[in-house]
């Protein structure tokens, strides 16, 4: 009786993809037999209207990266603005947002100079806080061209939540909601928050280099910009940086180092794209980022709102996200989801919990 059942429900979908001209293989796209120019690939995912490639597009007169999955192209499009600047994506994308392939069709983007984006050739004074931005209204509107939406979803973490932001406000008609993780309201009230919090915890274990080298940023009795290194340092030692789970780093480091999306070549680059960025015309002014304050310049968001907030997170404290969502004027909603058991990067260290928020909270309230 049993073989009987499955025969029934095998042979009508052979009749049909006989019928449609088409095999099991017809529905399969990405893996090694549909490597990109580079030889790189994304894993296979079979489907009648799966989408798995790794290509490139471009975006201001410059080829770029992007790295596209979902099991159903008609489902809604989540582009992905990762953090840095300078601090590709593609490496980890997969293993961060598989779980939303199901829900979404997920783009994930190399901005231009970094990871699979690195070309030597490319000049320093080209990367600049407008061209990054002008890519990412690009590829927005590629990608709704691409798959015939008229709005797609939108998600910056950390400097990416810089470009995310702005784009919510100035283009509220292009987006489905805006979702910032690691959001950076203000750079400047967050460096004595990050400050106190590296001291306190340094105190706490009784680390006293620590406990000097941060003393030692405060001889004038202010903290600049330029001592950001410092204390970023103990955020990530004290496990108030991108991760507070540092233990992930072991467990996490060689399934992102072997991942297919990147060639042995990309990986040989990171020097060279690091260098760029550390000369690029963003990093030699940075009043963009010295002088950004959402709570005066983006009061009113036109569209769904969404922050995920790591309870450890210190490089972009959430108590600011907190003040700054509680006077945002948001008419179609505005929230937090909070993550217990992560710091900058929730979509690292509670992939599960990330992915359960996606689908049925930020994509259930907003359809």
Known sequence: MKMKKIFNLVIPIIILLVFHGCTTEDLCKGGPENAAIDGSYTEEICSENTIATLEQVRLGNQNQWVLIRGNDFSNPVLIFLHGGPGSPCIFYSRYAMAGLEQDFTVVSWDQRGCGKSYFDYIDPDSITYQQLMSDA??????MRNRFGKDKVYLMGISWGSILGSRIARDHPEWLHAYIGMGQVVNVTRSLPIAFQAAMDE????GNQQAIDELTALMDDGTLDWEEAGTIQKWLETFGFGDLHDLSLIDTIAPILSTVPEYTQADWNNQQGWEDLY????????????????????????????FFFCGTFDYKTPSILVEEYINGLEAPYGKQII??????????IEEREAFHQAMIHIVKAETQ
């Open 137 to 142: 209204q690009e590829l927005i509107l590629q």
């Open 338 to 347: 909070w993550f217990e058991n992560s710091a900058h990067m929730p979509l």
């Open 202 to 205: 340094a105190q706490e274990l």
């Open 278 to 305: 550390q000369a690029a015309a963003i990093n030699r002014d940075n009043t963009w980022l010295t002088s950004l304050d959402l709570i005066s310049q983006i009061p009113r968001l036109e569209v769904p709102v």
